[in-house]
Each structure stands twice: as structure tokens, then as C-alpha cells.
T-cell receptor, first 110, second 115 residues
Framework: QKEVEQNSGPLSVPEGAIASLNCTYS??????FFWYRQYSGKSPELIMS????GDKEDGRFTAQLNKASQYVSLLIRDSQPSDSATYLC??????????FGTGTRLKVLA | ETGVTQSPTHLIKTRGQQVTLRCSSQ?????VSWYQQALGQGPQFIFQ???????GRGNFPPRFSGLQFPNYSSELNVNALELDDSALYLC??????????????FGEGSRLTVL
């Protein structure tokens, strides 16, 4: 079982729609969770961090965490073509390293 | 505020050679972590440096080594390069606390090609 599982996609959504990206993780002890955006050929850029169960909103982005289900998601409202990228989910299982998923490729269609 | 900078951005080496990659951490950050990202994969943790000492290591052989300097900058050294070492090498800095690494902020990466 992979430590962090993401659907590789591509996930295609029309411009203006809500994009929903999902991630499951295997380590029940993890307390810190992160979403990164990575454009092709570029380095990952931190979008959101979330540490508590529930929702955390920042602009058009909402992260949702459910530790009991070992599930974290990212919603992107009013998706724009510039949101087209690979979205990486990561968690820190208390060992001072991040564990990343392989990423979900998002395509926002104009 | 200065972000994380890495050098060189691209380099080509041949099998068996050695390479040194450099990283300057973001202002105010005390910790540097190195990750390897192969094509189509997520970043894989190599090691972390805090207070000039290695603090945690991923599943990488000893030919991957590093240093952290008093100004928190860091180097990643890879000896005896293999073809599979071809990847994007990412440096990330953070403000580590007693409880966690903190949010990682990545540099632009060094893309290594081994022929």
C-alpha cells in the first residue's frame, strides 16, 4: 500500500467549475497535511497547509481533512485555465520528512 | 525577503562522476531538506539538515551526502553517479520547531541528467 494515494488523472473540468482533488494516506499518526501545485518543469509551490479536522479556506481554495478516514481533499472554486497543473498531496508523519503522493494532473478547459 | 535559491539549474554528467548541488535557504529559516523528483513521480525525501547536522534520511545510499553551513545554506553531493540519478533535485527550507519541520518552501530545483 502506498503511503499517500492520489488519482493521477488527468482531471478535466470546465472553466468556472469546482475542481475536487482527493488524497488518502496510511499513517494514522500524521498531524500535518499539505497541498502543493506544480506547473510542468517547475518546482512545487505551497497552496495550503491543514492540521485540524474540518475545512480551511483561502481564497478560491478549500482544504478538507478527515483524520478518522485518513482523507484530505482540495477544492478549487471558479477554476481557471491558470490552475492547470499537477497537485501534490503531502503529509508529515512526525519524522521530519514529508511524504508526497505522485500528484493529480488537473486540466481546466477554457 | 529572499526565497530559496539553487544552483546550478541544469547540469549534465556521465556515469561515475560526482556532482555538488547548492542551496541558499529562505531568510529566517533554519532547516534545509533535499528531495529527489523523478519524472512523473512525487518528490522523495533524501535528508534534512538542522543546526549543521543531518536530521533524518530517506531511503538513499551513502553516496548521497550533504552539508549545512552556519548561514543555513546547504550542499548535496552525489558520488559515483548512476543513470537512475537523473532527476530534479529540490531543496526546501523551513522554520523547524520542536514539533515539526514547518511548511516547506522549495527552490526552483537543479535538473540533473546522467548519461
Amino acid at each position: 500500500q502506498k503511503e499517500v494515494e492520489q488519482n493521477s488523472g488527468p482531471l478535466s473540468v470546465p472553466e468556472g467549475a469546482i475542481a475536487s482533488l482527493n488524497c488518502t494516506y496510511s499513517d494514522r499518526g500524521s498531524q500535518s497535511f499539505f497541498w502543493y501545485r506544480q506547473y510542468s518543469g517547475k518546482s512545487p509551490e505551497l497552496i495550503m497547509s491543514i492540521y485540524s479536522n474540518g475545512d480551511k479556506e483561502d481564497g478560491r481554495f478549500t482544504a478538507q481533512l478527515n483524520k478518522a478516514s485518513q482523507y484530505v481533499s482540495l477544492l478549487i472554486r471558479d477554476s481557471q485555465p491558470s490552475d492547470s497543473a499537477t497537485y501534490l498531496c503531502a503529509h508529515e508523519p512526525g519524522t521530519y520528512k514529508y511524504i508526497f503522493g505522485t500528484g493529480t494532473r488537473l486540466k481546466v478547459l477554457a | 525577503e529572499t526565497g530559496v535559491t539553487q544552483s546550478p539549474t541544469h547540469l549534465i554528467k556521465t556515469r561515475g562522476q560526482q556532482v555538488t548541488l547548492r542551496c541558499s535557504s529562505q531568510s529566517g529559516h533554519n532547516t534545509v531538506s533535499w528531495y529527489q523528483q523523478a519524472l512523473g513521480q512525487g518528490p522523495q525525501f533524501i535528508f534534512q539538515y538542522y543546526r549543521e547536522e543531518e536530521n533524518g534520511r530517506g531511503n538513499f545510499p551513502p553516496r548521497f551526502s550533504g552539508l549545512q553551513f552556519p548561514n543555513y545554506s546547504s550542499e548535496l553531493n552525489v558520488n559515483a553517479l548512476e543513470l537512475d540519478d537523473s532527476a530534479l533535485y529540490l531543496c526546501a527550507s523551513s522554520g523547524r520547531t520542536e514539533y515539526n519541520t514547518g511548511e516547506l518552501f522549495f527552490g526552483e530545483g537543479s535538473r540533473l541528467t546522467v548519461l
